[in-house]
């Protein structure tokens, strides 16, 4: 067969070679090559030359080493870099150290914060009966509130009479007329807007009136009792306005009166019904719930600032005994009054300390937050203390126990530990006596010098 070819070459010389590129197969380097093959053209076909080895496996291995030595002579061809050196491992540790060193710098300045843990002092004090004064000019100051409340009772009257009574109560009487005092006898007629006649009871003397920074006229004023001139009911009640009937058709007429303070009752004529001591008994049996209610509505204007002890109050209650009535079923009405003592906190507190920390400086007390003084018994010293409200001092007792809790001065302790070393910070606790135990931790952790501003310090308070 490769005779005959060869003799097939040598016939046709005359034939024009035509070059024509073969590919050959990619390699796994995936090189590809551009070879000229000499083929024949005959009878129209293509005719492809194989190589001459006869010991290859396949007809395109001569393909195969063809690429092989051309991509050799390309590679042995290409230029080689002068002056290249290999990477230098000394320089990628230095650029290794940098990062470390630049790393610890920025985390010891950007998390760079300290934390302070105090555990601000406590103690528990007890009293024992403490004396203390309360006066509104020396000592602890104090004010008096009075709150008042009605309560209608119905209640079944046995008491029956076949009476003429009068109507009785008391009235204010007022002086606008004279800056000389007013004198009014007993038993002196006065007449209401209506017309119906009273009688005082005793004789009173109308103090004169005064002048105020405006020159405006303050009556001076007098209470009297008084009794209405006829029987019946008619006259229970409250009139407008009283007037002294002598003093009709001139000047005082109009200029000495008197207002109503409690009405007028008990006024009645035939078949009446009056309350015996059996009746008032069932309608003071149960007093402890007015107190209760006062005490309720007191407790609820107490006013920021002050403190009410349950004991520091004194209760009354005023019934008319006088009170009549046409049927047996009947309506008393029962008027209740709480007065209370209310003591100012501060100064309170502040005396409370003196006492029991006499030796204690400015500066600590201003330390000690205020107490919860409510747990405390108060008493007054003399049982029969009356609260009014003109009561200038008086004198009570304390018993219980009672915690006094320090709040060290947080931002001063911040300002004092700035730029510290932690050897240093010991003495600095010890100075504020407000401070049980403290602790310092810092962060990060190998540092032993606290930052050098206010801000990176946390002052955590713990019970």
């Known amino acids: 067969m490769t005779r005959k070819i060869l003799e097939d070459i040598k016939l ?47 007809k395109y291995d001569f393909l195969k080493k063809r690429s092989h030595e051309y991509s ?23 650029f290794i150290l940098a990062l470390l060193v630049g790393g610890f710098y920025l985390f010891s300045t950007i998390f760079f914060k300290a934390k302070v843990t105090v555990v601000p002092k406590n103690k528990v004090f007890n009293i024992d009966g403490e004396m203390f004064t309360a006066s509104k000019t020396a000592g602890i ?19 029956s009479t076949d009476a003429s009574l009068k109507a009785q109560g008391d009235i204010t009487l007022y002086n606008e007329y004279s800056n000389k005092p007013q004198k009014i006898s007993a038993g002196a007629f006065l007449s209401d807007d209506k017309g119906k006649s009273y009688k005082t009871n005793s004789a009173v003397t109308i103090p004169a009136y005064t002048l105020d920074k405006s020159g405006k006229v303050v009556a001076g004023q007098v209470p009297v009792s008084i009794t209405s001139f006829l029987p ?8 407008n306005i ?10 005082k007429y109009k200029k000495i009166y008197g207002h109503v303070k409690n009405p007028l009752s008990g006024g009645s004529i035939g078949l009446t019904y009056t309350m015996d001591d059996a009746d008032k008994a069932g309608i003071l049996s149960n007093l402890a719930s007015s107190k209760d209610r006062l005490l309720r509505k007191l407790n609820a204007l ?3 600032g002050y403190i009410l002890y349950p004991n520091a109050v004194s209760y009354d209650y005023q019934l008319d005994n006088s009170f009549t009535s046409k049927t047996a079923d009947a309506t008393v009405e029962l008027k209740g009054t709480l007065s209370a003592i209310l003591l100012k906190k501060s100064e309170f507190t502040s005396t409370i ?24 018994t108060f008493g007054f010293e003399n049982k029969d203390q009356k609260i009014t409200k003109d009561l200038e001092s008086f004198s009570f007792g304390l018993k219980g126990n009672v915690t006094f809790n320090w709040m060290p001065k947080v931002e001063e302790l911040k300002n004092l530990l700035i730029s510290k070393n932690k050897n240093e910070v010991l003495p600095i606790f010890k100075q504020d006596p407000g401070i049980a135990t403290a602790g310092v931790s810092i962060i990060p952790f190998w540092s032993s010098k606290l930052p050098d501003t206010p801000e990176k310090i946390s002052v955590i308070l713990k019970k």
């Open 12 to 58: 046709n010389t005359n034939h024009k070679e035509k070059p024509r590129t073969v590919i050959a197969p990619k390699e796994k380097e995936e090189n590809v090559y551009e070879l000229p093959v000499a083929v024949m053209v005959e009878s129209k076909k293509i005719k492809e030359i194989p190589m001459m080895d006869t010991h290859s496996s396949s």
């Open 72 to 94: 050799t002579k390309r590679i042995s061809d290409t230029p080689h870099m002068k002056g290249s050196k290999p990477f230098n491992r000394y320089v990628l540790l230095g």
């Open 141 to 159: 100051p104090f004010e008096v509130m009075i709150v008042e409340d009605k309560e209608v009772k119905n209640v079944l009257l046995t008491t």
């Open 232 to 239: 019946g009911e008619a006259y229970n009640g409250s009139p």
């Open 242 to 251: 009283f007037y002294v009937t002598t003093y009709k058709g001139t000047d």
């Open 302 to 304: 107490v006013p920021n």
């Open 353 to 376: 300390i003196d006492r029991l920390i006499p030796d204690i400086s400015k500066d600590e007390k201003l330390e000690i937050t205020e107490p919860d003084l409510s747990v405390l």
